[in-house]
T-cell receptor
Framework: AQSVTQLDSQVPVFEEAPVELRCNYS??????LFWYVQYPNQGLQLLLK??????LVESINGFEAEFNKSQTSFHLRKPSVHISDTAEYFC????????????FGKGTKLTVNP | DSGVTQTPKHLITATGQRVTLRCSPR?????VYWYQQSLDQGLQFLIQ???????AKGNILERFSAQQFPDLHSELNLSSLELGDSALYFC?????????????FGPGTRLTVL
């Protein structure tokens, strides 16, 4: 079985400040890693994923995450946030070779203040 | 707009009742996933169907059942409802052969049990 821990339930930051949303996972098998974002009153959208290759993955809107196998972490970062980044961010894992179901963390609510 | 539709958007009912939530996946997507999002449990995987067949089961109660029809739409049936079943229920779909874990989420059905 897999589990995901998002260490911060809420992260308030000022616009243009850097941010890091932390994610740790536990699994007895190899997993793929994901970050999904949920804007207010919407469904979830895939932000970025790590399947293989370079451990640093990037999204089109400036977020990046680094897979660290030894620390079982997949922290999400952005060097300069915008008001529009205000949303809830979910880290998720999926067992390699399994059914593709996603196991989510409890989410981190990022609030960007002017 | 993810292309996944869910009806109804909101549902208010009483304890002991039965409801049906409906999901239409994106055109061409064979897999449908159901997730429950509640304040205390977070986002939890319930069940997955692939081309009409059950593929994986998560933390789905025996009072809940689902099916995927030949036209690939899916229904989640919740019976003998309890107050604790109040939650946001998401449907997601994915395309066979797409990068692992790339799921498209619908806007959700908010169920309130009074």
């Amino acid at each position: 079985a897999q589990s995901v821990t998002q260490l911060d339930s809420q992260v308030p930051v000022f616009e243009e400040a850097p941010v890091e949303l932390r994610c740790n996972y536990s699994s007895s098998v190899s997993v793929y890693l994901f970050w999904y974002v949920q804007y207010p009153n919407q469904g979830l959208q895939l932000l970025l994923k790590y399947l293989s290759g370079s451990t640093l993955v990037e999204s089109i809107n400036g977020f990046e995450a680094e897979f660290n196998k030894s620390q079982t972490s997949f922290h999400l970062r952005k060097p300069s946030v915008h008001i529009s980044d205000t949303a809830e961010y979910f880290c998720a894992v999926s067992e390699q070779g399994g059914s593709e179901k996603l196991v989510f963390g409890k989410g981190t609510k990022l609030t960007v203040n002017p | 707009d993810s292309g996944v539709t869910q009806t109804p958007k909101h549902l208010i009912t009483a304890t002991g009742q039965r409801v049906t939530l409906r999901c239409s996946p994106r055109s061409g997507d064979l897999s449908v996933y159901w997730y429950q999002q509640s304040l205390d449990q977070g986002l939890q995987f319930l069940i997955q169907y692939y081309n009409g067949e059950e593929r994986a089961k998560g933390n789905i109660l025996e009072r809940f059942s689902a099916q995927q029809f030949p036209d690939l739409h899916s229904e989640l049936n919740l019976s003998s409802l309890e107050l604790g079943d109040s939650a946001l229920y998401f449907c997601a779909s994915s395309l066979a052969g797409a990068p692992w874990g790339t799921q498209y989420f619908g806007p959700g059905t908010r169920l309130t049990v009074l």
